[in-house]
């Protein structure tokens, strides 16, 4: 180990970058490094999400069409023939509530379950629900079953 060879551990030191705006005799004075003029010259400046330099965005030249309602009720629909399957595959019994739909991942415990009324129901179920499609309710009343609304 000499003078020659002498260097900080790797690690220890880190670059500052160029100190701008510090004086003419530093090189980096005047405008800093900014150029001249314009938005990015100017303290305070930050560039808006999507804009385009000046060009018209693209969020504002597509046509914008359809209409989203903001008072939408979304309910997971589940037939009535997968309530049949589930009774055939020995997962539910007579009765099924909401908690049991969760549990065979059939809906979401935040969502909303509405039964509707494809295939056909043999078993008499009470089962617990949102909503009931009309044929939905016929066919489980008619298979001697209960429709509880939640």
Do not use: C, W
């Amino acid at each position: 180990m000499s003078l020659n060879n002498l260097k900080p551990a790797s690690g220890s030191t880190q670059k500052l970058g160029k100190r701008v705006g510090r004086g003419e005799g530093s090189g980096k004075g005047g405008t800093a490094t900014r150029g001249h003029k314009g938005a990015k010259s100017r303290s305070g400046y930050s560039k808006k999400i999507g804009f385009e330099g000046g060009q018209m965005p693209l969020q504002r030249r597509v046509p914008k069409f359809g209409f989203k309602n903001i008072n939408r009720v979304d309910y997971k629909g589940v037939n009535l023939d997968t309530l049949q399957e589930l009774v055939t595959d020995k997962k539910i019994k007579n009765e099924v509530s909401f908690d049991n739909f969760v549990e065979l991942r059939l809906v979401g415990k935040t969502e909303l379950l509405k039964i509707l009324g494809r295939g056909k129901l043999e078993t008499a179920l009470k089962i617990h629900a949102h909503k009931f499609s009309a044929t939905a309710k016929a066919a489980i009343e008619a298979a001697g079953g209960e429709a509880i609304t939640l």
